[in-house]
């Protein structure tokens, strides 16, 4: 019975492969980074370094230190030298050179995800390499589409040729507002260590999270990475066959939204920053192999960053089976802000003697 099921979700799954993979990560091979939203202050993580408005020189100028203080206009990923970057959207490439401050820089015009009329210039910067995966050189004209790797990331100022203005291995990525024939926004060093209060950083630039990340999909594709999502009440689980498993009892549930599972040389972040405007509802595909009543998503947001039974909402999978669906979240009156957690709850209780598990293949927050 236990085969039996799994390898017809496997089929399934594989069918389903590829499809709702709207956006993908500037670095595919990490598990995620962090989210922060106009540079509102403590919603990321410093661990991770991906701060948007972040003050270069720790606040010595300004005397503001963290997120929303400073001029920074993108988010800088910290990895190591030679990852390779890909591109989340597509588009064409308006620039590809060796830039004293930039350092290795490729431009690429694209549609703004949510507004097709609208243009945005993503910025990769600090490149050690501007090439293809098959080592062809990535030249202005240039169209590519997302998921396509147009260098490897570099910014170590010893090791790295073309690091640029860089202190150490990490890649910047930002996404400017369409601003017609001028190159990559950068504040003037006069103004960059000074405080955003007038928000001249928002007005020329995307917090490149907030706008990626409500489309991204959690597929588990890789075998033993979960993605960042916890399990809870389970007594086995893995992530193999394009699917996360886990075999529960009583109430169990998947969940991201918190900082568990790091540990310093495991960067993570399992919280997340979607815009509630924009993305209103819950893409699920698993299979249940519980006995199902009382499914519910449960979620939180910057605003009441908790768990509770007044952010949750129903949905209904058969009692064993596949629940493949969208899952309308926008008329919850707290569905709004910044969504910053989601919680899935399969099943109110398994059999704890039994192997029958829940499959998770793809989560995601949609439009
Ligand atoms: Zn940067």
Excluded at 14 to 25: P, R
Excluded at 50 to 72: A, F, V
Excluded at 130 to 142: P, T
Excluded at 149 to 175: E, R, W
Aim: net charge neutral; glycine share 12%.
């Amino acid at each position: 019975m236990k085969k039996v099921v799994a390898s017809g979700l496997m089929i399934l799954l594989v069918v389903v492969l590829g499809y709702g993979q709207n956006y993908i990560k500037p670095v595919a091979a990490m598990p995620d980074y962090n989210g922060t939203y106009e540079g509102r202050p403590n919603t990321g993580s410093a661990r991770f370094t991906t701060l948007y408005r972040d003050n270069q020189d720790n606040g010595r100028t300004s005397s503001c230190r963290g997120e929303g203080c400073g001029r920074h206009p993108g988010v800088d990923i910290a990895v190591s030298s030679g990852t390779s970057v890909r591109t989340p959207l597509s588009g064409q490439v308006t620039a590809s050179r060796c830039d004293s401050g930039w350092g290795g820089l490729v431009v690429i015009r694209s549609q703004h995800p949510e507004r097709p009329w609208e243009t945005v210039r993503q910025v990769f910067a600090h490149l050690r390499s501007r090439s293809y995966a098959n080592g062809v050189a990535v030249r202005v004209g240039d169209y590519v589409s997302a998921g396509t790797t147009i260098g490897q990331s570099g910014g170590h100022p010893k090791l790295d040729s073309c690091a640029g203005n860089s202190t150490g291995s990490h890649l910047h990525y930002q996404i400017d507002k369409d601003d017609a024939n001028q190159g990559p926004y950068f504040p003037s060093s006069g103004q960059l260590h000074h405080r955003d209060d007038n928000f001249l950083v928002t007005a020329r630039t995307y917090n490149p999270i907030v706008l990626l990340q409500g489309g991204y999909t959690w597929a588990f594709s890789q075998n033993n990475n979960r993605e960042l999502w916890d399990l809870f009440n389970w007594q086995s689980w893995g992530v193999s066959g394009d699917a996360l498993w886990m075999d529960g009892g009583h109430d169990p549930h998947i969940r991201r939204g918190g900082l568990t599972h790091c540990a310093v040389r495991w960067m993570c972040s399992s919280s997340f920053a979607v815009e509630a405007d924009t993305y209103k509802s819950v893409y699920l595909d698993l299979y249940n192999g519980c006995s199902a009543y009382n499914a519910k998503l449960y979620f939180t947001t910057s605003a009441e960053p908790y768990w509770s039974e007044s952010k949750t909402i129903p949905y209904f999978p058969p009692a064993i089976g596949q629940f493949r669906g969208t899952i309308y979240a926008g008329w919850h009156p707290k569905w709004t802000g910044i969504i910053t957690g989601l919680r899935v709850d399969p099943s109110e209780s398994c059999s704890p003697w039994n192997f029958d598990p829940t499959y998770f293949g793809e989560i995601a927050i949609r439009r």
